[in-house]
């Protein structure tokens, strides 16, 4: 009978629209992700786990259906790792930082976007910050969700360990990958060419994007989410995996040409920007939207706004566009 204690498996867990993986490597068990907290996660997860308690929980990055059930392992005498630069994404509540606001609501400014779209834009700032403060602080579940049974909480919580660049944790490769988040993770074990890639490789989408901003000094700086995005990616599609674990959805082969897909889709959307400036000339962000995805800039500004905003920090990185006074030009 084979000892249970010196195999290497994976036992993957769907909870909800997301999956946490329990990765046993000789004695010690790894715990990807800490799981959504809806209601009923927390006792599906012990259900799924099968009494095979892990001795550590590595959350990929702090998005609340990533680390939601952080509080509730700490409380169970589990630590919990996060990205040293996500720390804030778990302590607190998403925008409780009035600068935090006041600097989304600056960026948006910043795009040329007009009066009917700024007020749309600070609606859903302080709804969304009002969400978090729920999600934070509420004992019930907020209702309502096509992706989970519920809608999540997001209890804060002081992570029990900070990762910093590259670790290893129970026999795991833990990679940092920043992108997604200023503070993203991948997990990986080479010898048995597994990956764990969170939210950085999805089977079916490319996470977008986001407009974050970091501490900087006295104040706030703009993360450029999509050049870190990319070079993340460029970096671990170099190390040859041959099954991915994702956070959304069923296990993957083909891991290389996942990565290979990612970044040819990445790319075009950049040359296709880089040719409306050069062939239209120079332009704010949310003109060169209007330009590029008409019908997504009247229905979905934020999310247009953010892919085309990181399409030119991508473009100004690589010497190919630069800002002046507003206004993005070709080079």
Do not use: K
């Amino acid at each position: 009978m084979a000892d249970y204690a010196a195999m290497n498996e994976v036992r993957s867990i769907a909870l909800g629209d997301n999956t946490v993986h329990l990765v046993q490597r000789g004695g010690e068990r790894l715990l990807v992700d800490t799981g959504p907290d809806y209601a009923g996660a927390w006792e599906a997860l012990g259900e799924g786990l099968a009494g095979r308690t892990p001795d550590v929980v590595v959350a990929t990055h702090g998005h609340h259906d990533h680390a939601g059930l952080g509080q509730r392992w700490q409380e169970a005498g589990v630590p919990v790792l996060i990205g040293e630069a996500d720390a804030p994404l778990s302590a607190r509540p998403l925008m409780e930082s009035s600068a935090e606001t006041g600097a989304l609501l600056a960026w948006a400014v910043g795009t040329g976007a007009p009066p009917e779209t700024l007020v749309e834009v600070r609606d859903r700032l302080e709804a969304r910050r009002h969400a978090a403060r729920l999600a934070a602080e509420s004992e019930a579940y907020p209702g309502g969700s096509d992706r989970w049974p519920t809608g999540l909480r997001y209890p804060p919580f002081e992570a029990s360990e900070f990762v910093e660049g590259d670790a290893r944790v129970a026999g795991v490769e833990v990679l940092a990958a920043p992108g997604h988040t200023p503070g993203n993770l991948v997990l990986a074990v080479p010898d048995e060419g597994w990956l764990f890639s969170g939210d950085q490789l999805l089977p079916r989408i490319d996470p977008l994007p986001a407009i974050q901003f970091v501490a900087e000094g006295d104040g706030l700086a703009r993360f450029p989410s999509l050049p870190r995005f990319v070079s993340s990616m460029g970096r671990l599609a170099g190390r040859r995996y041959e099954r991915c674990f994702p956070g959304h959805g069923e296990p993957f082969d083909d891991v290389q040409g996942a990565f290979a897909a990612v970044l040819a889709r990445l790319e075009r959307r950049s040359e296709r920007t880089l040719e409306a400036l050069r062939a239209q000339g120079p332009a704010r962000v949310y003109e060169l939207c209007q330009r590029l995805y008409p019908r997504a800039t009247e229905r979905r500004f934020w999310q247009t706004a953010s892919s085309v905003q990181g399409q030119l920090d991508l473009l100004e990185e690589r010497g190919q566009a630069v800002p002046r006074e507003g206004l993005w030009e070709a080079r």
